[in-house]
Every structure is written in structure tokens, then in C-alpha cells.
């Protein structure tokens, strides 16, 4: 899929981040005004550069009464579409025209310019263009790198289900407090009961069983690491205890490699990825 295409990141159409676009693109404005003084402001009245500063501001308010409308109608539309990048870029395009046609009147008809009104409107799409591109660039540069810290942030603080130095597997609940460990090598599968998951393991050759308010959607991220397989809704598969595959009357089993006999049903979403993980291993 091309870039166009593509949805633009939600950040850029949260009301928070609309007001910084709004209040940076104002007062970039009004530096870039004063500074570069374009649109004639020069030529306003013979007035100091207090007045100048309040004319302008007076200027830039209504270019941004134009902005604040377009932000608007695009905070009103991205709740009933996706945004894609084409469409943004339109937006400020209609964006830019907008402010140059408002500029280019005021020049007309208040500042009585005799240039040419097309020839007006043209630099002021121009000088638009830098005025509402380059701050729209720096917000969005600085939104962007704002979120990937964001999410870096997230996943450095999400809770990792790793083995210990001693192959210990902790499992946590579903308030991230660590309930049960147990050795890798004796953990069998993870079962699937309403809120709850009960960790099948051997205690002595033994199948017990450990019951931990959390669900197999919450833990199967962390412990497909581990060695772990989803073989089913309702179970998870400790792939090193799997000895064998076998096709019955009611479906494919999954046959555990312990003393007391057990198996587990794979059911038709799994089976694919099931025999898969089997073949590969087998390859070893």
C-alpha cells in the first residue's frame, strides 16, 4: 500500500494536538510577519513597531480564525473516516489557499494595494505556504518523535514473562503480581476457565495444577517466547512435552510426553501453525 493511502497517525487529530498546531503556527506567524514582513505590512501607516507588532496580530488572527475552522470541520470528519495522508495533504493545501485568499483581500481592499490582485494572491499563497509548512513540519516532527517515546516508554515498562536464571517461568495476574513460577521443563500447558488460567505442571512425576486470575489472550504474547503454543480457545501447549501428533475420530490430539497418559485437542484454527512447529522440529 503507497504512502497515500495510508491513514495518518492519530495523534494528528486529538483536540489536544490540534490547539498546538493551532497556537505554534499563531505564533510562528507573528515572528515570521515582523521579521520578514511580508503581505505590506510595511507599508500600513506611518506607525512605530508597537503598532506595527498589534497590526499584525490583528493579521495573523484572522488567517488563524481560517485554520481554526479548517481543524475543526477535520476533527469532525476523522470521527466518522480515517484520515489518509492524500486527504491531509489536500487539507492544507485548501488550508493554505484559504489564509492566501483572506491575505490577498485585506491587501485589496484595506491596504488599497494596486498591484495586480492575482499577482497579490499568488505571493501570498507563496509566503503562506512558509508560513503554516514550516511550523507544520517542526509540530509534526516533534509529535512523531513524542510518540515513538512514548511507546518505547510503554514497552520498557510492560512487564516481560522471561526465564530466570534458574528456568524458572513466572506467571503473573492480571494486575501484573506474581503469583506462581514454575521450571520450564515441568510446565505442561495452561488451561482456560472464565477469568482464570490454571497452570498444569509435574510436581514428582505428578500432574498438579495452579490457578491464577488472568486470561491466555493477556499471557499468550509473552509466552509464545517461551516455547509455548496456542493449540486451542481454551489451551496453551508447552511444545517440548508434545511427543507425538495423532488424528482421531473427533479431531487432531496433541499426546504429552509424561507417565500418566494425556492429551490435548488442536482445534481447526491451530492445526496449520500446530504441525508447522512439528515438522520444523523434526528437521532438527
Not at 495533504?89 to 488599497?112: C, G, K, P, R
Not at 488460567?197 to 509473552?222: A, C, F, G, T, W
Amino acid at each position: 500500500m503507497l504512502i497515500w493511502e495510508k491513514n495518518i497517525p492519530a495523534y494528528l487529530t486529538s483536540k489536544t494536538n490540534i490547539v498546538r498546531f493551532v497556537l505554534f503556527t499563531a505564533v510562528f506567524a507573528l515572528i515570521f510577519i515582523n521579521i520578514y514582513a511580508p503581505f505590506g505590512v510595511e507599508t500600513w501607516y506611518d506607525v512605530t513597531e508597537v503598532q506595527l507588532f498589534l497590526y499584525s496580530s490583528l493579521l495573523i488572527l484572522l488567517g488563524m480564525l481560517v485554520i481554526v475552522a479548517s481543524r475543526f470541520l477535520m476533527l469532525l470528519f476523522s470521527k466518522r473516516k480515517p484520515i489518509r495522508y492524500s486527504d491531509y495533504a489536500a487539507w492544507i493545501f485548501a488550508e493554505i489557499v484559504s489564509m492566501a485568499l483572506v491575505y490577498a483581500l485585506i491587501q485589496l481592499f484595506f491596504l488599497h494595494d494596486n498591484k495586480d490582485f492575482f499577482s497579490s494572491f499568488k505571493k501570498s499563497v507563496q509566503i503562506t505556504a512558509l508560513v503554516i509548512l514550516l511550523p507544520y513540519a517542526i509540530l509534526w516532527l516533534y509529535l512523531s518523535l513524542q510518540e515513538k517515546s512514548r511507546q518505547l516508554e510503554k514497552l520498557s515498562s510492560e512487564p516481560r514473562t522471561e526465564p530466570t536464571p534458574f528456568g524458572m517461568i513466572p506467571f503473573q495476574d492480571e494486575k501484573k503480581v506474581l503469583r506462581f513460577s514454575v521450571k520450564s521443563e515441568d510446565l505442561l500447558y495452561l488451561e482456560s476457565a472464565d477469568n482464570y488460567i490454571y497452570i498444569h505442571y509435574l510436581d514428582h512425576d505428578k500432574v498438579s495444577r495452579y490457578m491464577v486470575r488472568n486470561s491466555l489472550k493477556n499471557l499468550e504474547p509473552q509466552m509464545s517466547n517461551m516455547g509455548l503454543m496456542r493449540c486451542h480457545r481454551s489451551f496453551m501447549v508447552n511444545f517440548e512435552k508434545v511427543k507425538l501428533i495423532k488424528k482421531e475420530a473427533d479431531g487432531l490430539k496433541l499426546e504429552l510426553d509424561i507417565p500418566a497418559k494425556l492429551s490435548l485437542p488442536v482445534s481447526k484454527t491451530y492445526i496449520e501453525q500446530i504441525i508447522m512447529k512439528f515438522s520444523d522440529n523434526q528437521n532438527y
